[in-house]
């Protein structure tokens, strides 16, 4: 029997929790999605607000330790950073219906939370196509970009993604079913390792590595750096993913920037461990040089210990 969602709770409240907060609050009865957040940050947004695209956000704060019973659906949206803390915020909102999607960056998000929830809640998930810039409380994007997700198990539809299906469809919210997902994870996570860390170490944006020069050979060659460690994970990337996700990049706003961008502009500790560190431990364990990778790092690193 397919489930039907009703509630939804979100747990990080940077631009993808405000991006997909704010486009559920208008779709949504406002008691019926949540926005989890301790209640120092509540206070915050409460005084400040919080702003998508120029309109004030209506949001149903509720903090960790409030019993509302469990939720649907729960989108983690926070960064690598804060998932331990996330996973223990959202206890109270998780049932054994309880549908997980994990938006984080990387490839390992779903199977930490699984150790604390197990794998039969949680759907494989990417967020990709969004070019949003988040300015404290406020976000600015041109485009919303989807979510696509599917199971863990490659080649089927189950249920629980029906039920996500059938929700996103009702709710006007962009997204795409695959049934490759381990292989869309490792794409979504060549694209991070290449565009991400290379506009961070030149402080651009997405115009940087749309046009060709240094900045976009440096980004292609990191991501071809991961194509090389998949196929020795038995995930068959090729040079036609990263076509597919070169014309993905190419779609967004040239003024946008990716998270670790705008981490780095505001003087954050970056998710560099996630992507280039990945990257260079994998290297070792395959016996394989990652050299652009540990570029990137060494000269994140080095930013980093300038704050």
């Not at 509630?7 to 631009?15: E, F, K, P, S």
């Not at 929830?117 to 196509?129: R, T, V």
């Not at 946008?256 to 364990?285: C, H, W, Y």
């Not at 040089?289 to 930013?303: C, H, S, W």
Request: charge should be negative; aromatic fraction near 8%; include cysteine.
């Amino acid at each position: 029997m397919i489930k039907d969602i009703k509630t939804v709770a979100i747990v990080g409240l940077g631009a993808l929790g405000i991006l997909f907060g704010h486009h559920l609050s208008k779709k949504m009865p406002f008691e019926d999605l949540r926005i989890i957040a301790n209640q120092d940050r509540i206070d915050r947004y409460k005084k400040d607000k919080v702003y998508s695209n120029g309109e004030e956000c209506n949001f149903n704060y509720v903090t960790p330790n409030e019993d509302l019973g469990p939720a649907d659906l729960v989108l983690f949206t926070v960064k690598f950073n804060d998932l331990d803390s996330a996973i223990e915020d959202v206890r109270n909102h998780i049932g054994d219906d309880t549908i997980i999607l994990s938006c984080l960056n990387g490839i390992v998000s779903e199977e930490i939370i699984s150790k604390t929830y197990g794998w039969d809640k949680i759907l494989y998930c990417i967020a990709q196509g969004m070019d949003g810039i988040r300015k404290g409380n406020v976000l600015e994007y041109t485009n919303m970009g989807m979510l696509c997700f599917g199971d863990r198990e490659p080649g089927i539809i189950s249920d629980k993604v029906k039920a996500v299906e059938n929700f996103f469809i009702k709710t006007d919210f962009p997204h795409e079913v695959a049934t490759d997902m381990q292989h869309r994870l490792w794409g979504k996570f060549m694209l991070n390792v290449g565009v991400n860390q290379t506009v961070a170490i030149f402080r651009g944006n997405y115009g940087t590595i749309q046009k060709d020069g240094e900045e976009r050979n440096i980004m292609i060659s990191a991501m071809r750096e991961v194509i090389t460690l998949a196929n020795k994970e038995e995930v068959n990337l090729t040079e036609k993913d990263l076509d597919y996700w070169l014309d993905v990049l190419s779609k967004l706003d040239p003024r946008g920037k990716p998270s670790m961008a705008q981490d780095i502009d505001n003087k954050r500790f970056s998710e560099v461990d996630l992507f280039a560190g990945t990257v260079i431990e994998m290297g070792k364990k395959h016996g394989i040089a990652t050299p652009v990778n540990q570029m990137l790092y060494d000269r994140i690193k080095y930013i980093e210990s300038t704050f």
